[in-house]
């Protein structure tokens, strides 16, 4: 999914937006600009950021076209060009303005210039050991990674400051938890009390339960390697639908984690564990038979009994060995997480190509625009 873009726009038809400034230069050139301008439709609404540049012949937009559109960016679509789209059409509204011919013209060609971009994917794992993964990473990463601990939540940012790019490993579930509410306002908005709102509310949860909190969140944020010779993405007009995915992918293969070492799967089963049953456990997946190691038969079979209803292991038959989870399985491409159907379905992920007008509007339409409809 796309979380985040930069553009710029060249043009002559813009409105003045923002304080203007004066700058006087030392050869005594006076530059005009103006001040950034955070669009915002409520105060706890999605905000995307415009600014007027070069003596107002160029306007630049960034921000998460997820959130703006959706609500929230738990998941959403890869069509660059279709979400840059509808994103900006939507800032003008949101301005109550209308869109300048040179955007206009812009957006529907691909006629701009992309100054950074962030794509991330949702890899499925165990959630409870993304932590772990995390710590393996800055363990046994090379130094050139610079990886260091995201704070606040649970994860890893790489190469660190680089002006060409920066991946982030995170639990994207965790993110979330934190400040639950404001997240689900940001997202409901003033919608009425109704249906609308409460189904809305449903699949949040819905997505924290059935699709965050089965996977890592790899996020790529590309820089200046999009002016890359070969791969020249600095424009609008390279990004098809695939790009974004593909560009995703490679990145990732970069990352030099071969030898991480693999998660052990079966640690979760320890984890859930309670202490009195987590040795019987333990011995049980390490292969020996956990009855020897107990005072009695009966002994036993009242620790197999409880750890049979309460975990469904039974410790009469030996454990299976499992493969850990390595790094290459663990981003092989087959492993990205698609959004669900009932996501596209009911419009909770904004996807371009499913979309049919106001009949379809997106969700931050019907939270903050036109709430007084639905």
């Known amino acids: 999914m796309i979380d985040y873009f930069n553009i710029t726009i060249d043009g002559d038809d813009f409105p003045?937006?923002?304080k203007k400034v004066v700058v006087r230069q030392p050869s005594g050139v006076k530059n005009k600009s103006f001040t950034e301008v955070k669009v915002i439709a409520g105060k706890y609404a999605p905000n995307f950021n415009v600014r007027l540049e070069t003596n107002g012949q160029r306007m630049r937009f960034h921000g998460s076209p997820a959130q703006w559109l959706q609500g929230h960016n738990g998941m959403g679509s890869n069509d660059f060009r279709g979400l840059v789209k509808k994103t900006i059409h939507l800032v003008f509204e949101t301005l109550e303005?209308?869109?300048?011919a040179s955007v206009s013209k812009a957006i529907i060609s691909g006629n701009y210039a992309v100054d950074e971009v962030h794509i991330a994917e949702?890899?499925?794992?165990?959630?409870?050991?993304?932590?772990?993964?995390c710590d393996d990473i800055r363990r046994y990463g090379t130094a050139s990674l610079k990886a260091t601990p995201?704070?606040?939540g649970v994860g890893v940012r790489l190469w660190t400051g680089s002006r060409d790019r920066e991946v982030l490993?995170?639990?994207?579930?965790?993110?979330?938890?934190?400040?639950?509410?404001?997240?689900?306002?940001?997202?409901?908005?003033?919608?009425?009390?109704?249906f609308e709102r409460i189904g809305t509310g449903l699949y949040f949860d819905q997505m924290m339960d059935q699709y965050l909190a089965h996977?890592?969140?790899?996020?790529?944020?590309?820089?200046?390697?999009?002016k890359n010779k070969n791969l020249s993405l600095s424009k609008g007009v390279a990004w098809n639908p695939d790009v974004a995915r593909t560009l995703h992918i490679e990145t990732v293969k970069d990352i030099p984690l071969q030898d991480l070492p693999p998660l052990d799967v079966r640690e979760l089963i320890l984890q859930k564990a309670d202490l009195k049953n987590r040795t019987l456990i333990a011995l049980w997946l390490a292969g020996r038979d956990p009855k020897a190691f107990c005072a009695s038969p009966a002994t036993y079979y009242r620790y197999r009994k409880d750890i049979l209803e309460k975990y469904g292991i039974n410790l009469s038959v030996p454990a299976l060995m499992v493969d850990g989870i390595s790094w290459k399985s663990l981003t092989d491409p087959a492993n990205i997480k698609e959004p669900p159907e009932w996501a596209l379905?009911?419009?909770f992920v904004y996807e371009p190509k499913?979309?049919?007008?106001?009949?379809?509007?997106?969700?931050?339409?019907?939270?903050w625009l036109h709430s007084e409809n639905f």
């Not at 996977?215 to 999009?226: A, F, M, N, S």
């Open 169 to 194: 490993i995170y639990d994207k579930q965790n993110y979330f938890m934190d400040k639950l509410l404001r997240h689900k306002h940001k997202l409901l908005g003033n919608m009425a009390m109704n």
């Open 215 to 226: 996977g890592v969140r790899i996020e790529t944020r590309h820089k200046r390697d999009l």
């Open 150 to 152: 995201i704070s606040p």
């Open 16 to 18: 003045e937006i923002g």
């Open 345 to 347: 379905e009911s419009g």
């Open 122 to 133: 949702h890899y499925a794992m165990p959630a409870s050991l993304i932590a772990k993964l």
């Open 97 to 100: 303005m209308d869109c300048p």
């Open 354 to 367: 499913r979309w049919n007008g106001f009949v379809d509007a997106t969700q931050y339409e019907r939270a």
